[in-house]
């Protein structure tokens, strides 16, 4: 979906797609895999590699499950004709 204003194919009312919010699951998943990956490596003396190949695998579950979870953080908002008229007005004088 390109541009900001998009219609529905359904009842044919516009709508906005808002996707700022979609970084909001990595963020979190990755502060939270930092803080836990910082807690093992300064509590365990002597690190294996078996330690660290189950830290690695699980970061990269735990980032992909994130990276798929934040499509679901797309909003869509209904417009009005006044808000689109303001949309298109404020484009062209940029």
């Known amino acids: 979906m390109k541009g900001k204003i998009q219609e529905c194919y359904h009842c044919k009312k516009p709508f906005e ?17 930092v803080a836990v990956n910082l807690l093992v490596f300064t509590t365990s ?38 808000q689109i008229k303001r949309m298109k007005k404020s484009k062209q004088n940029q």
């Open 45 to 82: 003396g002597d690190i294996s590699k078996v330690v660290f190949l189950t830290i690695s695998i699980v970061n990269a579950v735990v980032l992909f499950v994130s990276l798929m979870t934040a499509p679901l953080l797309t909003w869509f908002r209904a417009l009005d004709k006044k």
């Open 17 to 33: 797609v808002i996707k700022k919010y979609r970084f909001i699951p990595v963020m979190i998943a990755c502060s939270i895999l």
